[in-house]
């Protein structure tokens, strides 16, 4: 997470008040979605390029079946991409757990969550769509608050 909205290409409201969105474009591509802090001030996008994501995340929150279609930069590892493949080849309104992601793909439960916790561009690679057995599980790295509040939200809001 950057410190402050100037390091960001556009800093936008959720429908979860309590959650803005910090938006890095990197060239032409998306590079990274931050999970802000209601207290960080917008921010209107910069340029052509963080004014689609803007564009495509706005019509995301009114309709979750609007798929996205952006430009990204993915830096991971080569387990983790395969993770983030996994998770963008789940259906709107359906959930996997951890472990049957573990298990398709040949790994262990904390290294998919792991990679879910390195996902640098949540909701468009919807690793909300990843689920413990037990509840929610964790999102951006966190188990409680704000950031699960919105996982709660994303997940409710696709399946409308």
């Known amino acids: 997470m950057l410190a402050d909205p100037l390091s960001y290409d556009a800093v936008i409201a959720t429908p979860i008040d309590s959650i803005r969105l910090g938006i ?9 979605i931050d999970l802000l802090s209601m207290n960080m001030q917008t921010k209107v996008p910069i340029d052509a390029v963080s004014q689609e994501v803007v564009h495509q995340l706005q019509c995301y929150f009114e309709d979750s079946q609007r798929p996205f279609s952006l430009p990204l930069v993915l830096q991971g590892s080569d387990f983790q991409q395969r993770v983030w493949q996994f998770m963008c ?3 709107v309104g359906e959930t996997r757990l951890y472990g049957d992601a573990a298990t398709a793909l040949k ?3 904390r290294a998919v969550g792991g990679a879910c916790r390195r996902n640098p561009v949540p909701i468009v690679v919807p690793c909300h769509r990843i689920v413990a057995a037990n509840g929610l599980g964790g999102f951006n790295g966190q188990r409680d608050g704000a950031e699960l509040d919105f996982k709660q939200w994303l997940l409710n809001h696709e399946k409308q």
Request: without cysteine; charged residues 15%.
């Open 24 to 32: 890095l474009v990197v060239g032409d591509e998306l590079a990274s």
């Open 107 to 109: 790994s262990a439960a």
């Open 89 to 91: 080849a789940i259906p």
